[in-house]
């Protein structure tokens, strides 16, 4: 057995080449994981309009992009006073349509005055382009108000390739009614005046007044006075809070309770919103926005799209290289039909949505991540309006919670006809603290999703 003699090993033991290829394994996982991270993961929000996609993505803004700038604080601020004008009237003119006595139309009732007051507050002037920091954001608002696009309603399932070509108008929750000087003719002529091209060269109204259509001036209510009347009607008119209980019959901005009950804030015209106004507030989203978080050392990129008809046909644009899809479904919407069709459930629509993204080739897969989101809401609703009526096949008691929530978690997941698993989480999206939790535990799995495609796990 000489010194240099070579003992011939097969390769498959040969410790150093079993070495070699540990070493390269790792080497290759690392790059992968380079890559990857510098990459980073993609996470994609999807769901129905108003389900609460753009509230998850404002969360993560605040639990880990520093929260809003003061020029967002404030620009809410001022899209939550046109809210809570415009949502008082809804109620007022809807409790007329579905014949709920108010207290406020009896004749020589003390609340008249506040009625008038409301109804002949233009919600649109109140805004301040100025203060509320640009003309972007103010036609972004101002389409969500759109009463003049009367759309072709297509009669189409979902809407997800042949979506709508415009916005439904919310034109009968305004309805024209002389008397009290509602004109939804001056909404759409105020709509028409403030257009991108005159936006900016807008002349400010003189404080305190108002130009009639013959030119004269007359007394205009300050914010406090209608601010006043919104308190009065929201607290004291029976028929008022009636109206608002139905108002599922009815397209209604699911924050106006909150609204109400802070008017007094929404109407100083320098009030700064706090984390849960904005949270509560809504700006409908239109086209896709990407925003960029750093989450436990890994690049996160959110992708939020509207969530309308009208606006899915742009999702397929971002379909590619994702690494998970949260499909948010607002689980209070069972008894609610569609702002772009109102001849559809809004809970019907969103399992079709669901059924159809979940299966789609695109997602074959990618995992899926599930929010049955407003369960506060739910919880409130479930009470006063069986699920059973609108869901025949659900067995369970009619006031418990947490076996509607189960029977709507076993639907959709049923309608899962891939291999992928389907993560579900119950949420109320405005509430930061639990959804500290939630959003964490969605952040493991998406990197941990992330290092076994990219081989590390
Ligand atoms: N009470 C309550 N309101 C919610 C919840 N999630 C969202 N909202 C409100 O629902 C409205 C629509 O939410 P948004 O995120 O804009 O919906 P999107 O159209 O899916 O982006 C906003 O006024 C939110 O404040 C929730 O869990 N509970
Ligand atoms: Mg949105």
Not at 8 to 35: G, R, W, Y
Not at 43 to 52: D, H, Q, R, T
């Amino acid at each position: 057995m000489g010194c240099g003699a070579s003992v011939p090993v097969d390769e498959e033991n040969d410790p150093f080449l079993q070495d070699k290829q540990i070493n390269d394994a790792i080497e290759q996982s690392l790059h992968l994981n380079k890559a990857n991270s510098k990459k980073g993961v993609k996470l994609l929000l999807l769901g129905a309009g108003e389900s609460g996609k753009s509230t998850v993505l404002k969360q993560l803004k605040v639990l880990h992009k520093g929260g809003f700038t003061q020029q967002e604080r404030m620009q809410y601020a001022h899209i939550i006073w046109c809210d809570v004008i415009q949502s008082m009237k809804i109620l007022i003119i809807q409790a007329r349509k579905l014949k709920i006595q108010l207290d406020c139309d009896q004749m020589n009732s003390y609340l008249i005055p506040y009625k008038q007051c409301v109804l002949r507050s233009d919600a649109l002037t109140q805004i301040d382009t100025g203060v509320a920091g640009g003309t972007n954001f103010l036609n972004d608002y101002i389409l969500k108000y759109d009463e003049k696009s009367k759309m072709k309603r297509k009669l189409n399932s979902t809407g997800l390739v042949e979506a709508l070509s415009e916005e439904a108008a919310r034109s009968d929750a305004i309805d024209n009614d002389g008397d009290d000087g509602v004109d939804v003719e001056q909404i759409n002529q105020l709509q028409n005046s403030y257009s991108s091209s005159n936006l900016n060269s807008q002349p400010r109204k003189e404080l305190g007044t108002a130009e009639t259509s013959n030119g004269s001036k007359e007394a205009r209510y300050s914010r406090k006075d209608i601010a006043q009347a919104i308190h009065k009607l929201w607290t004291e008119d029976s028929g008022i809070k009636k109206c608002f209980e139905r108002s599922n019959e009815f397209q209604f901005e699911s924050s106006a309770e909150y609204y109400f009950n802070n008017v007094f804030n929404f109407a100083d015209p320098y009030y700064v919103c706090s984390d849960l106004d904005i949270l509560k507030g809504r700006i409908k989203t239109t086209g896709i926005t990407e925003t960029n978080f750093t989450i436990k050392s890994f690049q996160f990129k959110v992708l939020d799209a509207g969530g309308q008809r009208s606006e899915r046909k742009k999702w397929i644009h971002c379909f590619d290289d994702i690494t998970a899809v949260l499909f948010v479904l607002a689980i209070n919407e069972y008894d609610q039909m569609l702002f772009e069709d109102e001849r559809v459930n809004r809970m019907h629509e969103s399992i079709i949505l669901f059924d159809r993204l979940c299966n789609s080739k695109w997602f074959a897969n990618t995992p899926f991540i599930l929010f049955l989101n407003k369960t506060d809401l739910f919880e409130a609703k479930i009470k006063r309006n069986p699920l059973v009526k609108y869901f025949p096949d659900y067995m369970g008691k009619s006031d418990d919670v947490n076996e509607a929530i189960n029977f709507f978690e076993t639907n959709f997941l049923k309608m899962n006809r891939t291999n992928k698993p389907i993560y579900v989480h119950r949420t109320c999206a405005t509430d930061t603290q639990s959804m500290k939790f939630v959003l964490s535990a969605v952040a493991d799995l998406i990197i941990q999703q992330n290092l076994k495609k990219s081989g590390i796990l």
